[in-house]
Nanobody
Framework: QVQLVESGGGLVQPGGSLRLSCAAS????????MSWYRQAPEKERELVAS????????NYADSVKGRFTISRDKGTNTLYLQMNSLKPEDTAVYYC?????????WGQGTQVTVSS
């Protein structure tokens, strides 16, 4: 059974940091491109960052470049998103996604709220 379980969300003040985790199971983690997406209220879901399995090359949305870092641990099948210098506009539900040519999986999401 495929599972993607996000954790690490919460309430943080502007300028603060959070680290999101996504525990993956039920599929070959290293064979999938892993990504973080987010969806703010009344907005479309958008790509935040992605990382390939082979080589680990990364890609970021312009709005988070220099502040967020995506990484993956193949030993524990876990995807991470380190978020620094958080802004109110980063408030959203953050989703983990696993993609390959044959299948796509999504997690249930974790809420991140940036507010003073």
């Amino acid at each position: 059974q495929v599972q993607l379980v996000e954790s690490g969300g919460g309430l943080v003040q502007p300028g603060g940091s959070l680290r999101l985790s996504c525990a993956a199971s039920g599929f070959t983690f290293s064979s999938y491109i892993m990504s973080w997406y987010r969806q703010a209220p009344e907005k479309e879901r958008e790509l935040v960052a992605s990382i390939r399995g082979a080589g680990g090359s990364t890609n970021y949305a312009d709005s988070v470049k220099g502040r967020f870092t995506i990484s993956r641990d193949k030993g524990t099948n876990t995807l991470y998103l380190q978020m620094n210098s958080l802004k109110p506009e980063d408030t959203a539900v953050y989703y983990c996604k696993a993609w390959s040519l044959v299948s796509t999986y999504w997690g249930q999401g974790t809420q991140v709220t940036v507010s003073s």
